[in-house]
């Protein structure tokens, strides 16, 4: 308990020293550029995984190929790929972002068409019976259904895109997982203890977001329906 | 890297099959003592959860909460008390399993239909073996498909933990990125792989073996 | 109003849904598809708003070919109910009822106001507006179904086993505010069931179908029950047909005798004089008291003192079927049944051959 105290107290002094909030190594740079890497690596994953699950999701056509790219996607190490990124193609950030990419989609992908799957028959045969088009099924109903397990394939993939941009830190990139991967090397461990919690809070702010989110944008009426997660 | 340094040379893999496949081992050790841990730890704390639902919600945002943690600094955060040790990976792996086991043992047991826990009731099962012996087996396939998520991303995380040098294959992608040289990290990788994929299938064959009554309903859906 | 010419549906599987059928339904009047599970009943209601398209033939709405008007534009004006309602759960109670408006371009404000006037004729509380469906229960939600296809008061309104889905007395309940609703709103209306009784209940005309998807017959209830076209029909119609098909005689029609019926003011003797085992006991404004048993009457005095039979029950001339006759013939102590007029006096009586033997009641 005590040496618990000790780390909280090393960790105030580390975030609460000048420096940390200055200069090129300081912490306001770190966590935009990681930032950067994650937002534009979950943006685009987006992009592809919602035009895709919701596609495929809507038509029925290609459920098994998503299925199979989605369990495969499980299985890749993440640092593996970064890593074999970085030594194919160098130190540099486009190469990386593309590996984020990748693996932020199969998350997205996979949650997005078995929220649209999950729909109930009946539900979209009421649909089509009131007139709605291919179009209106799609967003006003099986959208709006799927939203629970969308926003779920969003936040899992953003906490492995965060985690991912801490690990690429290993290789030589920016971001906040310098703090801990410097530290290591220097054998600083006020330095990895500190970058650690900057990377936890980072984390949790994430985690509360899609919470919120969830909360402003899913319909009271799945809710009920909606605990899984 | 060398432009003409092919992605794979298969003389290096010959001659570290032996060492290879000692740290296979070990990540299969890394990566699946962490899934036996987190099941003696979920089915309980299931257990718990479906019969007081109100333990439910706080218990679920916890595990969330810690899987949303990067494994790099939960390894760090643990460092301090267990050192540069296989439990320093082992014990953060553990708690990722948490947010994806016990959702799907709370789930599974739902999925018990009222009529049969009614009737084991009426049969004059008492609480406890109602749950062991008839709800539990009940819920078994939601629970292994838990368990096959949980394994595979356990079994591919591992190799963040080289950082501490815990990592069992991830051996092999820090010395690639040190000698430059991409066939060691290709061959982890593709081990990696086949570990997760194989374990997978393993657990597909398992559920099957324990659960015969699912069989025609699997082979339906 | 809605017709089938030559439609069949066969499946590339081999299976045949519908076969061969030729089929006018009249406006204005509910026509009820029976018949058991898989005989195409369903699908034969979804070629009408080409929820199937049929593989042969033409359906035609009001002498228009279907086909001829694209689908969803189509099915915006007809209304459509099924089984378990289909609820939209991740919108209200208000913005399911207000679907099909919106998708014709209304302003929310004139949808919502459209809506909720529909969950009033449902006989739906206001307040529920504002619930979602998943609070509702299935007796609600199906309403709340019904409303929804009211929407933009389309002529047409399809109905797929809307009220099977429910327990026996909330279907009852459905099926009176369903024939309530109809009597105001005259649709034309097509609905599925599996279940004759409702389907005699509900019908104007009925289309009975056999498996096979081939149509058995198509007639009015009561035809169905007096002359069913083959084994299969009578069959799936059942074995109390006889009995059932009275509910369609009036009890007017029902040939009444005077009876032994005697004021309860008059002595004891003058029912013995009657020579029959029961009397009928009625007061000053000729209603009915209860039957007095000759054999126990004591020796003296007037029937006013002796302990009567509960009359079972009478029928009226004025509302009753022949089918409430024969009942209370059944139930009466002498086995006659009494008839009564508006006021409640006794008109006349007769027995269970008089009533079965009446003109709508015997074979023919």
Redesign the interface.
């Known amino acids: 308990m005590n040496?618990f105290l000790n780390?909280i107290q090393l960790v105030g002094d580390w975030l609460t020293s000048s420096s940390q909030w200055h200069g090129d190594e300081g912490i306001p740079r770190r966590l935009l550029e990681h930032l950067t890497y994650s937002g534009l690596s979950l943006l685009f994953a987006a992009l592809i995984g919602l035009t895709f699950g919701l596609l495929v999701g809507h038509t029925g056509r290609g459920a098994f190929a998503v299925a199979s790219v989605a369990?495969?996607a499980?299985?890749?190490?993440?640092?593996?790929?970064v890593?074999?990124v970085?030594?194919?193609a160098?130190l540099s950030s486009t190469p990386v972002l593309i590996a984020l990419v990748a693996l932020a989609v199969p998350p997205i992908l996979i949650n997005t068409f078995e929220g649209v799957r999950g729909v109930?028959p009946?539900?979209r045969?009421?649909?089509?019976?009131?007139?709605?088009?291919g179009w209106?099924v799609l967003t006003r109903?099986e959208v709006?259904?799927a939203?629970p397990l969308i926003l779920l394939g969003l936040r899992v993939a953003a906490?492995q895109v965060?985690?991912t941009a801490?690990?690429a830190a290993?290789?030589g990139l920016g971001g906040l997982?310098r703090f801990?991967?410097d530290g290591?090397s220097r054998n600083d461990?006020e330095l990895?203890?500190g970058?650690?919690?900057v990377?936890?809070v980072l984390?949790?702010v994430?985690?509360a977001v899609f919470t919120a989110l969830r909360r402003v944008v899913v319909?009271?009426?799945?809710r009920?329906?909606a605990t899984?997660? | 890297m060398n432009d003409d340094e092919p992605l794979v040379r298969w003389q290096w893999i010959a001659d570290h099959a032996a060492e290879l496949a000692d740290y296979t081992a070990v990540h299969l050790r890394l990566g699946l003592l962490p899934v036996l841990f987190g099941l003696i730890i979920s089915v309980p704390l299931g257990i718990l959860c479906h019969r007081l639902r109100r333990l439910y919600p706080p218990v679920l945002t916890v595990a969330n909460i810690l899987y949303s943690i990067p494994s790099l600094a939960l390894f760090m955060i643990f460092v301090r008390y267990t050192g540069l040790t296989e439990q320093t990976v082992m014990i953060p792996l553990t708690l990722y399993t948490l947010s994806v086991l016990v959702p799907n043992v709370v789930d599974g047991l739902a999925s018990v239909p009222e009529p049969v826990r009614l009737a084991a009731t009426a049969m004059g099962f008492g609480t406890v073996r109602r749950v062991v012996q008839v709800e539990l087996p009940i819920a078994v396939p939601v629970v292994i498909a838990g368990v096959r998520v949980a394994a595979v991303s356990s079994i591919s995380l591992v190799a963040v933990g080289q950082l501490i040098g815990q990592g069992g294959l991830g051996y092999y992608i820090t010395r690639g990125l040190q000698l430059d040289f991409p066939t060691p990290i290709v061959t982890a990788m593709v081990l990696i792989m086949l570990l997760a994929l194989t374990t997978d299938a393993l657990l597909v064959l398992a559920q099957r073996l324990l659960t015969p009554w699912s069989r025609s309903k699997v082979t339906a859906a | 109003m809605i017709r089938f010419d030559a439609v069949s549906k066969n499946y590339p599987n081999g299976t045949t849904a519908v076969d061969d059928l030729s089929l006018e339904l009249a406006e204005g009047g509910i026509t009820v598809l029976v018949g058991p599970s898989g005989c195409g009943k369903t699908t034969t209601l979804r070629m009408i708003n080409r929820m199937v398209e049929p593989t042969t033939g033409t359906v035609s709405l009001r002498g228009r070919d279907i086909r001829e008007v694209n689908a969803p534009e189509l099915r915006r004006g007809i209304g459509y109910v099924i089984q378990h309602a289909g609820l939209f759960p991740h919108r209200t109670v208000l913005d399911n009822i207000a679907t099909v408006p919106l998708l014709l371009g209304w302003s929310r404000k004139k949808a919502r106001a459209r809506a909720a006037e529909l969950l009033e004729l449902v006989g739906l509380p206001a307040e529920m507006a504002k619930r979602y469906p998943n609070q509702l229960s299935g007796g609600q939600q199906q309403r709340v179904g019904v409303a929804r296809a009211l929407g933009a008061d389309p002529p047409v309104l399809l109905m797929d086993e809307p009220f099977s889905a429910v327990d026996p007395i909330v279907r009852a309940e459905l099926q009176a505010e369903f024939i309530r609703l109809q009597k105001e709103l005259h649709k034309t209306i097509v609905f599925v069931t599996h279940d004759i009784d409702e389907a005699i209940k509900l019908g104007n005309n009925i289309a009975v179908f056999r498996t096979g998807g081939r149509l058995a017959q198509f007639d009015t209830p009561e035809r169905l029950l007096t002359s069913p076209a083959d084994e299969f029909v009578a069959d799936f119609v059942g074995h109390d047909r006889g009995i059932r098909r009275l509910s369609f005689v009036k009890a007017a029609e029902v040939p009444l005798r005077e009876g032994p019926v005697l004021s309860a003011t008059s002595p004891v003797a003058e029912a013995r004089a009657v020579k029959e085992p029961w009397v009928l006991v009625v007061d000053d404004a000729r209603r009915p008291l209860g039957w007095a048993p000759v054999a126990e009457l004591p020796d003296s005095g007037t029937l006013v003192d002796v302990q009567l039979a509960p009359l079972g029950h009478t029928f009226s001339l004025v509302g009753d079927s022949a089918r409430a006759a024969l009942d209370s013939a059944l139930l009466s102590p002498a086995r006659l049944a009494v008839g009564v007029d508006a006021d409640g006096a006794v008109v006349g009586a007769a027995d269970v051959h008089e009533i079965t033997g009446s003109p709508g009641g015997g074979d023919r």
Request: charged share 10%; no cysteine; hydrophobic share 50%.
């Open positions: 040496d780390q369990n495969l499980r299985a890749i190490p993440t640092f593996g790929l890593v074999l970085v030594t194919l160098g109930d009946a539900t045969d009421a649909a089509r019976g009131v007139g709605m088009t209106e109903v709006p259904m939203l906490i965060v985690a801490t690990v290993y290789p997982g801990i991967v290591l461990y990895v203890i970058g650690s919690t990377v936890v984390a949790l994430v985690q319909s009271p009426g799945l009920a329906a899984k997660s």
